[in-house]
């Protein structure tokens, strides 16, 4: 009889334990939505850890740290989470809010594709959610313009790559002009040069010429004699 009494004391131990231990995962997610509602999202985000840590696959602990990274700015570790919190999630309506958080902070950093697969999930979970069928419309047109402006810009740069092609064509064509004109004057100098070196010795030989003659006509000149028959 008392080892019945045992038994039945330890299965209730381990029953109030486990309790406990189940408990204890909720517990962190209250203290973590009152730090929430304080404004005190880094504090929050450590108590939904917590609740993690006791239950890996918690989706309001998961959904609650993704939405409390989303207010600190830490979008990429967010949307990990909340898409964590979305596999786990097996209320249809949680489910929507989860996705539609996803592609809110999709949406934020224009990853639209991301975003529009995220809205139609949550659409398909929660088809009459109008705020999410709003953002997919918005969605698909800021998707739409960021193309028209990508092609928009990828066409200026063909352009400015033309155009620089252009202008080194045009610079290569104006150096060969300028080294062609710097040759030709160089030959022009270089013949004006031998004109003037062939005048210069064209008069050196005449002034030697005139120089031979008058010294030629300065010497006495002999008299010939005549020879008599």
Not at 32 to 53: D, T
Not at 92 to 116: E, M
Not at 214 to 229: A, D, F, G, V
Request: net charge positive.
């Amino acid at each position: 009889m008392r080892f019945y009494k045992y038994i039945l004391l330890l299965v209730m131990c381990v029953l109030a334990f486990a309790d406990a231990n189940a408990q204890s995962d909720r517990q962190f997610i209250r203290n973590g939505n009152r730090l929430y509602r304080q404004q005190n999202y880094a504090k929050a985000e450590i108590e939904y850890r917590k609740a993690l840590s006791k239950n890996p696959s918690n989706p309001q602990a998961l959904y609650n740290l993704g939405t409390a990274l989303l207010m600190q700015q830490k979008d990429s570790a967010a949307v990990a989470q909340l898409q964590n919190a979305a596999k786990c999630e097996t209320s249809k309506l949680r489910k929507a809010k989860v996705w539609h958080n996803v592609g809110v902070a999709c949406q934020k950093h224009k990853l639209f594709s991301d975003a529009i697969k995220a809205y139609e999930e949550s659409l398909r979970n929660n088809p009459s959610d109008n705020e999410t069928r709003y953002n997919l419309a918005l969605c698909m047109r800021q998707q739409k313009n960021q193309k028209n402006q990508d092609k928009q810009q990828n066409k200026n740069k063909d352009k400015q790559k033309q155009k620089q092609k252009q202008n080194k064509n045009d610079k290569n064509n104006k150096d060969k002009n300028q080294n062609q004109q710097q040759q030709q004057k160089q030959q022009e100098k270089m013949s004006k040069d031998n004109a003037e070196q062939l005048l210069n010795y064209a008069e050196q030989e005449e002034r030697q010429t005139q120089q031979r003659l008058k010294k030629h006509e300065m010497q006495p000149q002999r008299k010939r004699l005549e020879k008599n028959w």
